[in-house]
Protein backbone atom coordinates (compact mmCIF):
# COMPACT_ATOMS: atom_id res chain seq x y z
CA UNK A 1 0.00 0.00 0.00
CA UNK A 2 1.46 3.15 -1.63
CA UNK A 3 1.03 6.10 1.18
CA UNK A 4 1.23 9.58 1.17
CA UNK A 5 1.79 11.90 3.88
CA UNK A 6 0.95 15.74 3.25
CA UNK A 7 1.42 18.44 5.98
CA UNK A 8 4.09 20.53 7.87
CA UNK A 9 7.60 19.78 8.06
CA UNK A 10 9.15 21.43 10.95
CA UNK A 11 11.97 22.49 13.58
CA UNK A 12 10.45 21.70 16.93
CA UNK A 13 11.99 23.61 20.00
CA UNK A 14 10.88 22.15 23.09
CA UNK A 15 11.20 23.88 26.76
CA UNK A 16 9.85 22.79 29.86
CA UNK A 17 8.80 24.94 32.24
CA UNK A 18 8.70 23.29 35.88
CA UNK A 19 5.62 25.17 37.41
CA UNK A 20 2.02 25.18 35.98
CA UNK A 21 0.72 27.10 33.42
CA UNK A 22 -2.78 27.91 35.42
CA UNK A 23 -1.21 29.44 38.42
CA UNK A 24 0.22 32.50 36.47
CA UNK A 25 -3.25 33.22 34.99
CA UNK A 26 -5.21 36.32 36.77
CA UNK A 27 -8.70 35.87 35.95
CA UNK A 28 -9.87 39.46 35.77
CA UNK A 29 -6.52 40.09 33.86
CA UNK A 30 -7.38 37.60 31.08
CA UNK A 31 -7.43 40.39 28.49
CA UNK A 32 -4.16 41.75 28.96
CA UNK A 33 -1.94 38.76 29.58
CA UNK A 34 1.98 39.48 29.66
CA UNK A 35 4.02 36.65 30.67
CA UNK A 36 7.07 34.92 30.25
CA UNK A 37 8.38 31.33 31.79
CA UNK A 38 11.64 30.89 33.07
CA UNK A 39 12.21 26.98 31.31
CA UNK A 40 14.31 24.60 32.60
CA UNK A 41 15.43 22.74 29.79
CA UNK A 42 15.65 23.39 25.65
CA UNK A 43 15.84 20.63 23.16
CA UNK A 44 15.83 21.07 19.08
CA UNK A 45 14.09 18.39 17.68
CA UNK A 46 13.04 17.60 13.85
CA UNK A 47 9.53 17.60 13.60
CA UNK A 48 6.14 18.81 11.90
CA UNK A 49 3.22 16.30 11.70
CA UNK A 50 3.84 15.41 8.15
CA UNK A 51 7.38 14.38 8.77
CA UNK A 52 6.58 12.91 12.38
CA UNK A 53 3.80 10.69 10.68
CA UNK A 54 6.23 9.95 7.99
CA UNK A 55 8.87 9.11 10.42
CA UNK A 56 7.15 6.19 12.10
CA UNK A 57 5.79 4.85 9.06
CA UNK A 58 9.18 4.51 7.71
CA UNK A 59 10.46 3.09 10.82
CA UNK A 60 7.82 0.50 10.17
CA UNK A 61 9.26 -0.51 6.65
CA UNK A 62 5.92 1.66 5.00
CA UNK A 63 8.87 3.54 2.79
CA UNK A 64 5.78 6.51 2.33
CA UNK A 65 6.07 9.52 0.63
CA UNK A 66 6.33 12.79 2.43
CA UNK A 67 4.76 16.19 0.63
CA UNK A 68 5.64 19.39 1.54
CA UNK A 69 7.50 22.84 1.27
CA UNK A 70 10.66 22.89 3.26
CA UNK A 71 13.74 25.93 3.22
CA UNK A 72 17.11 25.33 1.99
CA UNK A 73 18.89 24.66 5.53
CA UNK A 74 16.71 21.22 5.03
CA UNK A 75 19.27 18.87 4.07
CA UNK A 76 20.31 17.81 7.57
CA UNK A 77 16.56 16.62 7.98
CA UNK A 78 16.25 15.25 4.41
CA UNK A 79 19.14 13.04 4.96
CA UNK A 80 17.56 11.75 8.85
CA UNK A 81 13.88 10.75 7.66
CA UNK A 82 15.68 9.19 4.04
CA UNK A 83 17.92 7.03 6.26
CA UNK A 84 14.60 5.94 8.17
CA UNK A 85 12.64 5.03 4.70
CA UNK A 86 10.87 8.24 4.41
CA UNK A 87 10.75 8.92 0.47
CA UNK A 88 11.57 12.93 0.38
CA UNK A 89 10.83 12.65 -3.18
CA UNK A 90 8.09 14.53 -2.95
CA UNK A 91 9.25 17.54 -1.01
CA UNK A 92 9.86 21.48 -2.47
CA UNK A 93 12.49 23.45 -1.64
CA UNK A 94 12.05 26.83 -1.23
CA UNK A 95 14.26 29.33 -2.77
CA UNK A 96 13.30 32.42 -0.20
CA UNK A 97 11.98 30.94 2.90
CA UNK A 98 13.20 28.72 5.85
CA UNK A 99 11.72 25.40 6.98
CA UNK A 100 8.67 25.86 9.19
CA UNK A 101 9.59 26.42 12.60
CA UNK A 102 7.77 25.19 16.17
CA UNK A 103 8.39 25.94 19.75
CA UNK A 104 6.65 24.73 22.66
CA UNK A 105 6.74 25.17 26.52
CA UNK A 106 5.30 22.49 28.60
CA UNK A 107 4.88 22.28 32.10
CA UNK A 108 4.46 19.63 35.27
CA UNK A 109 0.67 18.87 33.82
CA UNK A 110 1.38 18.62 30.30
CA UNK A 111 -0.21 21.59 29.48
CA UNK A 112 1.20 23.63 26.59
CA UNK A 113 1.53 26.77 25.01
CA UNK A 114 3.11 26.86 21.50
CA UNK A 115 3.81 29.21 18.44
CA UNK A 116 4.28 27.87 14.90
CA UNK A 117 6.29 29.84 11.93
CA UNK A 118 4.65 28.34 8.54
CA UNK A 119 7.82 29.61 6.24
CA UNK A 120 8.16 27.37 3.52
CA UNK A 121 4.80 25.92 4.13
CA UNK A 122 2.95 28.98 3.22
CA UNK A 123 4.03 27.18 -0.51
CA UNK A 124 2.55 23.82 0.14
CA UNK A 125 -0.48 24.75 -2.40
CA UNK A 126 1.99 25.21 -5.08
CA UNK A 127 2.85 21.35 -4.92
CA UNK A 128 0.72 19.02 -7.05
CA UNK A 129 -0.45 15.49 -6.47
CA UNK A 130 -1.10 14.25 -9.34
CA UNK A 131 2.90 14.09 -10.90
CA UNK A 132 3.94 12.59 -7.85
CA UNK A 133 1.13 9.80 -8.00
CA UNK A 134 2.53 8.92 -11.46
CA UNK A 135 6.24 8.72 -10.16
CA UNK A 136 5.12 7.40 -7.63
CA UNK A 137 3.33 4.52 -9.36
CA UNK A 138 -0.17 5.41 -7.84
CA UNK A 139 -1.21 6.69 -4.42
CA UNK A 140 -3.70 4.17 -2.58
CA UNK A 141 -3.99 6.73 0.69
CA UNK A 142 -2.99 10.37 0.72
CA UNK A 143 -3.22 12.00 4.32
CA UNK A 144 -4.07 15.54 4.47
CA UNK A 145 -2.47 16.93 7.82
CA UNK A 146 -2.29 20.06 9.45
CA UNK A 147 -0.15 22.69 6.72
CA UNK A 148 -1.26 25.93 5.17
CA UNK A 149 -4.77 25.81 5.11
CA UNK A 150 -4.74 26.90 1.18
CA UNK A 151 -2.69 23.70 0.47
CA UNK A 152 -4.84 21.64 2.13
CA UNK A 153 -8.04 22.59 0.31
CA UNK A 154 -5.87 21.97 -2.54
CA UNK A 155 -5.09 18.65 -1.81
CA UNK A 156 -7.81 17.32 -0.60
CA UNK A 157 -9.99 18.40 -3.85
CA UNK A 158 -6.85 16.56 -6.10
CA UNK A 159 -7.92 13.66 -4.28
CA UNK A 160 -11.32 13.90 -4.98
CA UNK A 161 -10.40 14.91 -8.58
CA UNK A 162 -8.57 11.87 -8.59
CA UNK A 163 -10.43 9.25 -7.21
CA UNK A 164 -7.72 8.92 -4.24
CA UNK A 165 -8.99 8.07 -0.71
CA UNK A 166 -7.67 10.22 1.76
CA UNK A 167 -7.61 10.92 5.53
CA UNK A 168 -8.28 14.39 7.11
CA UNK A 169 -6.42 15.41 9.83
CA UNK A 170 -7.15 18.82 10.75
CA UNK A 171 -5.41 19.10 14.03
CA UNK A 172 -3.62 22.15 15.21
CA UNK A 173 -5.43 24.01 11.74
CA UNK A 174 -8.75 23.79 13.28
CA UNK A 175 -8.86 27.19 14.98
CA UNK A 176 -7.92 28.91 11.74
CA UNK A 177 -10.47 27.31 9.08
CA UNK A 178 -13.77 28.73 8.59
CA UNK A 179 -16.75 26.86 8.23
CA UNK A 180 -16.75 26.05 4.68
CA UNK A 181 -13.16 24.83 5.17
CA UNK A 182 -13.98 21.98 7.22
CA UNK A 183 -16.74 20.91 5.84
CA UNK A 184 -14.47 20.37 2.41
CA UNK A 185 -11.71 18.88 4.04
CA UNK A 186 -14.05 16.34 5.65
CA UNK A 187 -16.66 15.24 3.52
CA UNK A 188 -15.62 12.07 2.14
CA UNK A 189 -12.84 11.42 4.09
CA UNK A 190 -11.96 7.46 4.12
CA UNK A 191 -10.46 8.61 7.66
CA UNK A 192 -10.61 11.30 9.86
CA UNK A 193 -8.11 11.71 12.69
CA UNK A 194 -9.33 14.55 15.95
CA UNK A 195 -9.02 14.58 19.48
CA UNK A 196 -12.05 15.41 21.80
CA UNK A 197 -11.34 18.62 21.06
CA UNK A 198 -11.08 18.81 17.70
CA UNK A 199 -14.30 16.21 17.58
CA UNK A 200 -16.28 18.96 19.16
CA UNK A 201 -14.84 21.68 17.26
CA UNK A 202 -15.04 19.78 13.94
CA UNK A 203 -18.72 19.39 14.79
CA UNK A 204 -19.29 22.87 16.09
CA UNK A 205 -17.26 24.56 12.88
CA UNK A 206 -19.13 22.14 10.51
CA UNK A 207 -23.12 21.74 11.65
CA UNK A 208 -23.05 18.63 11.29
CA UNK A 209 -23.58 16.39 14.36
CA UNK A 210 -21.95 13.44 15.29
CA UNK A 211 -24.13 11.07 13.22
CA UNK A 212 -24.05 13.00 9.83
CA UNK A 213 -20.38 13.87 9.86
CA UNK A 214 -19.99 9.37 10.34
CA UNK A 215 -22.44 9.78 7.12
CA UNK A 216 -19.89 11.33 5.39
CA UNK A 217 -16.60 9.85 6.20
CA UNK A 218 -15.49 5.73 6.42
CA UNK A 219 -14.10 6.16 9.57
CA UNK A 220 -13.94 8.55 12.88
CA UNK A 221 -11.18 7.77 14.45
CA UNK A 222 -10.48 9.85 18.25
CA UNK A 223 -7.70 9.89 20.48
CA UNK A 224 -8.32 10.13 23.97
CA UNK A 225 -5.58 10.60 25.88
CA UNK A 226 -4.89 8.33 28.71
CA UNK A 227 -8.56 7.03 27.65
CA UNK A 228 -7.05 5.42 24.64
CA UNK A 229 -8.86 5.49 21.62
CA UNK A 230 -12.05 5.15 19.99
CA UNK A 231 -13.13 3.96 16.23
CA UNK A 232 -16.79 5.13 14.68
CA UNK A 233 -17.94 4.29 11.57
CA UNK A 234 -21.74 4.57 10.15
CA UNK A 235 -24.21 1.77 11.31
CA UNK A 236 -21.42 0.17 13.96
CA UNK A 237 -20.94 0.22 17.40
CA UNK A 238 -17.39 2.13 18.39
CA UNK A 239 -14.95 0.28 19.13
CA UNK A 240 -12.72 1.29 22.55
CA UNK A 241 -8.77 0.49 22.71
CA UNK A 242 -7.30 1.53 26.00
CA UNK A 243 -4.26 3.09 26.40
CA UNK A 244 -1.06 1.45 26.36
CA UNK A 245 0.64 2.63 29.74
CA UNK A 246 3.53 4.09 30.12
CA UNK A 247 7.34 3.03 31.99
CA UNK A 248 7.56 7.11 32.41
CA UNK A 249 6.20 10.20 31.11
CA UNK A 250 8.55 12.94 29.49
CA UNK A 251 6.83 14.62 26.68
CA UNK A 252 3.33 14.68 25.06
CA UNK A 253 4.58 16.65 22.25
CA UNK A 254 4.01 14.10 18.70
CA UNK A 255 2.06 11.39 20.47
CA UNK A 256 -1.36 12.24 18.15
CA UNK A 257 1.71 11.91 15.34
CA UNK A 258 2.57 8.48 16.31
CA UNK A 259 -0.49 7.42 16.50
CA UNK A 260 -1.48 7.61 13.56
CA UNK A 261 1.54 6.35 11.98
CA UNK A 262 0.87 3.23 13.65
CA UNK A 263 -2.53 2.93 12.76
CA UNK A 264 -1.73 3.42 9.14
CA UNK A 265 0.32 1.11 8.94
CA UNK A 266 -1.35 -1.45 10.08
CA UNK A 267 -4.28 -0.64 7.75
CA UNK A 268 -1.71 -1.00 5.06
CA UNK A 269 -0.87 -4.44 6.34
CA UNK A 270 -4.59 -5.28 6.23
CA UNK A 271 -5.09 -5.67 9.68
CA UNK A 272 -8.48 -4.96 11.04
CA UNK A 273 -9.43 -1.35 13.19
CA UNK A 274 -8.93 -2.14 16.30
CA UNK A 275 -5.30 -3.94 15.59
CA UNK A 276 -4.51 -0.74 13.84
CA UNK A 277 -5.50 1.34 16.95
CA UNK A 278 -3.58 -0.81 19.21
CA UNK A 279 0.10 -0.49 17.29
CA UNK A 280 -1.10 3.35 16.97
CA UNK A 281 -0.99 3.29 20.60
CA UNK A 282 1.83 1.53 21.51
CA UNK A 283 4.04 4.69 18.99
CA UNK A 284 2.03 6.99 20.80
CA UNK A 285 3.58 5.93 24.25
CA UNK A 286 6.85 5.71 22.47
CA UNK A 287 7.27 8.89 21.90
CA UNK A 288 5.57 9.82 25.15
CA UNK A 289 8.53 8.31 26.77
CA UNK A 290 10.79 10.30 24.85
CA UNK A 291 11.86 13.84 24.23
CA UNK A 292 11.56 14.87 20.89
CA UNK A 293 8.78 13.75 18.40
CA UNK A 294 11.51 11.40 16.17
CA UNK A 295 14.32 10.27 18.74
CA UNK A 296 12.22 6.84 19.66
CA UNK A 297 13.72 3.62 18.48
CA UNK A 298 10.92 0.83 17.59
CA UNK A 299 12.73 -3.00 18.53
CA UNK A 300 10.13 -5.56 17.38
CA UNK A 301 10.87 -7.66 19.85
CA UNK A 302 10.19 -5.06 22.62
CA UNK A 303 7.34 -3.94 20.86
CA UNK A 304 5.54 -7.29 20.67
CA UNK A 305 6.17 -7.98 24.31
CA UNK A 306 4.69 -4.74 25.02
CA UNK A 307 1.79 -5.28 22.74
CA UNK A 308 0.89 -8.76 24.16
CA UNK A 309 1.22 -7.52 27.79
CA UNK A 310 -1.29 -5.05 27.54
CA UNK A 311 -3.36 -6.19 24.38
CA UNK A 312 -2.84 -10.13 24.12
CA UNK A 313 -0.80 -12.12 22.30
CA UNK A 314 -2.83 -12.75 19.49
CA UNK A 315 -2.23 -8.80 18.83
CA UNK A 316 1.28 -9.03 19.31
CA UNK A 317 1.55 -11.70 16.99
CA UNK A 318 -0.97 -10.35 14.17
CA UNK A 319 1.12 -7.46 14.40
CA UNK A 320 4.37 -8.82 14.85
CA UNK A 321 3.65 -10.87 11.40
CA UNK A 322 4.29 -7.42 9.56
CA UNK A 323 6.93 -6.09 11.65
CA UNK A 324 9.42 -8.51 12.79
Given at each position: ??????G???????M?F???????????K?????L??????LEI???GV????A????????????????????A?YR??????G??C???R???T?????F???T????????S???G????D?D?????L????GG?D??L????DPG????HT????????????D????????????????????????????????????????GP?????????V??????GA??????????F?A?A?EVR?V???????????G????V????P????A???????????E????Q?Y?????A?????????????AA??AAH??
Amino acid sequence: MRIAITGSIATDHLMTFPGRFVEQFIPEKMDRVSLSFLVDALEIRRGGVAANIAFGLGVLGLSPLLVGAVGEDFAPYRAWLAGHGVDCSGVRESATQHTARFVCTTDVDGNQIASFYPGAMSEDADIELAPLAGQAGGLDLVLIGASDPGGMLIHTQECKDLGIPFAADLSQQLPRLASDDVRALVDGAAYLFCNEYEEALIERKSSWSGPEILARVGVRVTTLGPAGARIEAAGADPVFVAAAPEVRKVDPTGTGDAFRSGFLAAVAWGLPLERAAQLGNMLAVHVLETVGTQEYELKPGAVAERLGAVYGEAAAADIAAHYS
